[in-house]
């Protein structure tokens, strides 16, 4: 069935480190993919997203790409802050009868430390 | 500024009894969800609707129920509460379509003992 698999946490990083977290998805048709932040105590909200081949998603300096070869989606930041510290989960959702529906990996936890 | 509100945000029930979550959008959405999240779980969808009278059992229903009667709510029945169904749950709503955004409300943390 369609699924997501992410990389598992948590993850460690110093601040104005860079920061990869893995996304791979498995689909049977050509979904849409996301990637959603829950910081402590509050819902999710969406990150960034992207359609189709090719694009690339980005806000707030992440960025993802959206792979078709490699059926992936990796989140990317260049220079993490103390403030980035949340659990990020990757998504995907598919056209047809299941619209809308997000189908969401495990999530990865990411601390940053001063 | 549209809303989507979850109450109540915590509650302690006991074994047996049953349960209803509440769940308000005032985005005017035709679509909402119900995920519960657990540890080493992620987000599972428990049931959906894609507009009034419509609803839809998701990967993890079994025990739960839903109703839509108006656009605006998505109340979650937990019929006989079990100890497996400890959980914060999350209620979500968007538009039509599959590259559309959801958006969550901040979660019901549910205990029971």
């Known amino acids: 069935g369609d699924s997501v698999t992410q990389m598992e946490g948590p993850v460690t990083l110093s601040e104005e480190a860079f920061l990869t977290i893995n996304c791979t998805y498995t689909?049977?048709?050509?979904?849409?993919l996301f990637w959603y932040v829950q910081y402590p105590g509050e819902g999710l909200q969406l990150l960034l997203k992207?359609?189709?081949?090719?694009d690339k998603g980005s806000n707030k300096g992440f960025e993802a790409t959206y792979r078709k070869e490699t059926t992936s989606f990796h989140l990317e930041k260049g220079s993490v802050q103390v403030s980035d510290s949340a659990v990020y989960f990757c998504?995907?959702?598919?056209?047809?009868?299941?619209?809308?529906?997000?189908?969401f990996g495990k999530g990865t936890k990411l601390s940053v430390k001063p | 500024d549209a809303e989507i509100t979850q109450s109540p945000r915590h509650k302690i029930t006991e074994t047996g009894r049953q349960v209803t979550l509440a769940c308000h959008q005032t985005?005017?959405?035709?679509?909402m969800f119900w995920y519960r999240q657990d540890l080493g779980h992620g987000l599972r969808l428990i049931h959906y609707?894609?507009?009034?009278?419509?609803?839809n059992k998701g990967e993890v229903s079994d025990g739960y129920s839903v109703s839509r009667s108006n656009t605006e709510d998505l109340p979650l029945t937990l019929e006989s509460a079990a100890s497996s169904q400890t959980s914060v749950y999350f209620c979500?709503?968007?538009?039509?379509?599959?590259?559309?955004?959801?958006?969550f409300g901040q979660g019901t943390r549910l205990t029971v003992v």
């Open positions: 979500a709503s968007s538009e039509i379509g599959a590259n559309t955004e959801a958006f």
């Open positions: 689909a049977t048709g050509y979904p849409s």
């Open positions: 992207a359609t189709k081949a090719d």
């Open positions: 998504a995907l959702s598919l056209y047809g009868g299941s619209q809308g529906n997000l189908i």
């Open positions: 985005w005017n959405h035709n679509n």
């Open positions: 609707s894609y507009g009034v009278h419509d609803t």
